[in-house]
């Protein structure tokens, strides 16, 4: 069966999310995504790890659903996002990761391990001093099949291959284990043609999740699926590409590194300014952030993305509250979005398909006509790239000639 994934969530035990993140929200936000499958995040959190077993029972092998079937039938997966910061080769190195496991005996044993070495009741997204290489040990003699992946991959300060603390290839930062290692996730601010430039990461999925603060932003991107539901099936087509079928994507000139930059003087840059310039901010002579093109193109060495066979299809979308912001003229937390969005999906359908498989002409008789063209635009790829950089979010517009902000 063909079904979307997103499995980089967090809990509102982890800091700076909603507090509305708890699993019912979760789930029922995942319906109106579209998403047949989502991470719970932060297993390691001891609230939250109760909050998993009062609420969710099993579902598919290695998968769970929520007791209360009025959530929706979104499935969860185990996993929890673990930041690691330790020094090795005369540096500080600060990596994030996205481990997963097939029941909660794994994540006990998980959670055991990492329990004494940090505090995980400070943050759902626990800080550990912790080697990467020894962190992936710990996920591979939790149980049979767990897992994990480098998270956001590319993200200047927290990433395995980020220009500020980072290493240059997979296989410096897992060391014998990287062997181990058979996904990785892209992040917001890069897609896989980006990544498809540097050979190294041939032998990987590449991996897009929404790494959602909020349950609002699940599915902002996705993994496709064509096989079977369950955790181990998912596991055998990331590892295999075999059931892998693609990427939901964010532009990632929207993401908020894309380019290089320093927001506090409204600086971006393309790369070659930043070498031109030495790496300093024109107008304050401190030191810009060297952003995610710039990084790719650091360790790229083919001058065009070259997909490999197991690739799969990538599609580049705008979150819908977005598009009818720009219809509608105002910003995408107002009201009347709200009041837009609900209306379109109980007429159309969940958001994913409105963006990628509805009818056009359905869009409009549901009396959005503005938005029609809007997706229509979307689907041709005719949009307005305004790039992020130096934690500063892009923007994607679609309706640039429309006299609307």
Request: charged content about 25%.
């Amino acid at each position: 069966m063909e079904f979307l994934a997103d499995l980089h969530v967090h809990s509102r035990h982890s800091r700076a999310t909603a507090h509305d993140c708890d699993l019912g929200r979760l789930a029922h936000w995942a319906g109106r995504k579209g998403l047949s499958v989502i991470g719970t995040g932060d297993f390691t959190h001891p609230a939250w790890q109760e909050e998993i077993e009062r609420d969710l029972v099993d579902a598919e092998p290695g998968l769970l659903r929520h007791r209360d079937e009025r959530a929706g039938p979104a499935r969860f997966m185990l996993t929890v996002e673990i930041s690691t910061i330790y020094g090795l080769g005369g540096r500080t190195r600060k990596v994030h990761h996205v481990v997963c496991v097939p029941d909660m005996e794994s994540a006990r044993r998980i959670s055991a391990r990492l329990g004494r070495i940090g505090n995980l009741a400070s943050d759902g997204r626990p800080i550990l001093g912790l080697d990467s290489r020894d962190l992936l040990e710990i996920v591979l003699e939790a149980g049979q099949g767990s897992f994990l992946f480098p998270a956001h991959a590319w993200t200047p300060w927290f990433a395995v291959l980020g220009s500020k603390s980072g290493f240059d290839s997979v296989e410096e930062c897992y060391r014998d284990l990287s062997p181990h290692v058979f996904a990785i996730e892209t992040g917001l601010s890069s897609d896989p043609p980006m990544n498809w430039r540097v050979s190294s990461l041939d032998r990987f999925r590449l991996v897009s999740s929404s790494d959602a603060h909020s349950p609002r932003n699940l599915g902002r991107e996705a993994c496709l699926f064509d096989t079977d539901l369950g955790f181990h099936s998912i596991r055998r087509a990331l590892e295999t590409g075999a059931g892998y079928s693609g990427t939901i994507e964010f532009f990632p000139e929207e993401g908020k590194y894309h380019l290089d930059g320093h927001r506090a003087c409204g600086v971006r840059l393309e790369p070659a300014e930043t070498r031109r310039m030495g790496g300093v901010c024109p107008a304050c002579g401190g030191r810009v952030t060297v952003g995610v093109m710039h990084r790719v193109e650091d360790l790229a060495d083919r001058p065009e993305p070259v997909p490999p066979p197991t690739a799969g299809k990538v599609t580049s979308l705008v979150p819908l509250a977005e598009i009818l912001a720009e219809c509608l003229g105002v910003g995408p937390l107002a009201k009347k979005v709200g009041r837009a969005y609900e209306d379109l999906l109980a007429r159309v359908g969940p958001e994913i398909h409105v963006l990628t498989k509805a009818p056009i002409e359905d869009i409009e008789k549901a009396g959005y006509p503005l938005a029609a063209e809007a997706v229509a635009r979307l689907r041709r790829g005719e949009v307005a790239r305004e790039a992020g950089y130096d934690g500063a979010y892009g923007r994607i517009r679609l309706l640039p000639d429309a006299g609307i902000r």
